[in-house]
């Protein structure tokens, strides 16, 4: 049995990035990944596999980046884990000894076991498998009527690409009053929902499915509460994704109560030398400081590197304290980006906050041919004016702007400091250097605190 410094379970973006991170950072330790797919690919290029890029093959990840540097990768699928001795098992009835372990077994999509008819043939998931998306590729070209389940970002933007397809009649069906509205606050899921209302897509918000119906054993249509039937070849059940942690649990790991698995603020188990990382391991939220089920690669990524450099003694010591949530997404052109709170994730931990919103356009001369409107939101706390979370929409650099407002979050900038935030300018490239959309944004909320004061 061949023994490695430090093997890893899965080569997703959690996996690879804290292989890439240990090979650089102790070049003399071995390093393997265990992978259960030859191929993996970009998980958020997936739904653009549909349309844009028109190709599986054109989203491939792989783990060349820690081959490279002299990292080691072995397709073998994880069975089962000997925490006392050591040692990994293979299906392949290899073994595998370590000194180091980490699980990166990612997440799952939610099955809809609830739903009669889940099973039906041509009944689908978004898995990240490149052989089950390739199957699925090759399936829709030929599916005309088409039913998304599930209006969270992943359904909308797997909606938006079919529905480029003239040939395809794609519906989403979302039991919340808005698309997106997980991910958004009220007014950004309005807005998103209606972004996605302006493609081919039929969307049925406040409509929940009771059935999938169909014919010898093959789905045909989709039945709602009410009665109402929509027509479907296909269905994506697109309802959630809940961490991988099978393997974990049976090698005898604790969860915590999102069925993640449970570690400390540098990835650490609660058994010596094993760590997990990404979506499969437990997510604290940034202010809330208590267990979120956020699974998003701008955190599994954060994670394996605060993991990848402290993985033999803490050297590198972590800045943040848990999920800020950074996110964008684009529909029908329209970019949307969020960061840290809105009033949905605030109040259901009871943090309160103000908005202060400034609305300009993202070239100066707005005149520019290309010029398109740009919104940041702020959501600012009324005791100090630290941001607790953020908005921008519009133009494509929304979800350049969002990264700057998460380190903002992330380092408790406040509204005051933004006024000598320094913000480089070009006509062809940002908007005016005299009204900076972020410090706009700071400015309205320095006349709110302002105001309150008196
Ligand atoms: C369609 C889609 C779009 C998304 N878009 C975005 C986005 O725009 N922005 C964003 O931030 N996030 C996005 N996400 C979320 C993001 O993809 C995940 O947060 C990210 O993939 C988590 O990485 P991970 O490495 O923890 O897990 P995963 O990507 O799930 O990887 C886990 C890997 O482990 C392997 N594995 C599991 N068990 C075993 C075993 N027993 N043996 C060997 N290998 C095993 C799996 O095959 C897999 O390759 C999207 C997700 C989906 C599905």
Redesign the pocket.
């Known amino acids: 049995m061949k023994k490695y410094d430090v093997i890893i ?7 690879i990035v804290t292989g890439v991170t240990v090979k650089k950072y102790y070049p003399e330790k071995s390093v393997l990944i ?4 030859k191929k ?1 690919l970009v ?2 290029g ?2 653009y596999i549909f349309n844009i890029l028109n190709s599986v093959e054109a989203d491939v990840m792989g783990p060349k980046p820690l081959l490279d540097i002299g990292g080691e990768v072995i397709v073998d ?3 089962d884990v000997n925490l006392e001795q050591k040692i990994v098992y293979g299906k392949s009835d290899q073994n595998y000894g370590y000194d180091k372990l980490v699980f ?4 799952l999509p939610v099955k809809a076991t609830f739903i009669k008819g889940h099973n039906l043939e041509n009944v689908f998931y ?1 898995k ?2 490149y052989q089950y998306i390739q199957e699925l590729y090759e399936k829709l070209k030929y599916k005309r009527e088409i039913v998304i389940v599930g209006g969270g ?2 359904g909308a ?2 909606a938006e690409q079919l529905a480029a397809h003239p040939d395809k009649e794609i519906t989403i069906i979302e039991s919340e009053s808005q698309c997106f509205s997980k991910a958004f606050s009220k007014k950004l899921s309005k807005i998103a929902t209606e972004q996605l209302r302006k493609t081919m897509v039929k969307v049925r918000t406040s409509s929940l499915v009771e059935e999938i119906a169909g014919s010898q054993g093959a789905v045909e249509k989709v039945i709602l509460k009410g009665g109402e039937e929509i027509q479907a070849d296909a269905v994506i059940l697109s309802i959630g ?1 809940k961490p ?1 942690t099978d ?1 974990a649990v049976k090698a005898g790991l604790p969860l915590n109560i999102m069925g993640a698995i449970k570690v400390d603020s540098y990835e650490r188990t609660s058994v010596k030398d094993v760590c997990a ?4 391991s437990q997510t604290i939220g940034f202010l809330t400081g208590r267990s979120d089920h956020i ?6 990524t954060a994670e394996a590197r605060v993991l990848g450099y402290n993985l033999f003694g803490i050297r590198i010591k972590k800045n943040f304290k848990g999920t800020i949530a950074v ?1 964008s ?1 684009q529909i029908n052109g329209l970019t949307m980006a969020s960061a840290g709170i809105n009033e949905n994730t605030g109040k259901d931990a009871n943090v309160n906050f103000l908005t202060a919103e400034f609305t300009d356009v993202d070239r100066h001369p707005g005149t520019l041919p290309d010029a398109s409107p740009l919104t940041v939101r702020l959501n600012f706390s009324p005791c100090d004016g630290a941001i607790l979370g953020a908005e921008v929409w519009g133009g494509p650099s929304a979800a350049e702007i969002i990264n700057t407002l998460s380190l903002a979050i992330q380092k408790y900038i406040t509204v005051y400091e933004l006024i000598s935030f320094q913000v480089g300018t070009h006509p062809l490239l940002t908007g005016a250097p005299t009204k900076p959309v972020i410090i706009k944004a700071a400015e309205i909320a320095i006349g709110m605190l302002r105001h309150a004061e008196k």
């Not at 379970?9 to 996996?15: K, L, R, S, V």
């Not at 990166?104 to 997440?107: C, D, E, L």
């Open positions: 379970i899965g080569a997703g973006p959690a996996g265990l992978t259960e797919e993996g998980p958020c997936i739904p699928q994880v069975t990166a077994t990612g997440s978004i990240k498998s970002f992943i933007e797997v994704y991988n393997l990382v990404g979506d499969c699974m998003l690669a701008s955190t599994a996110f997404t």
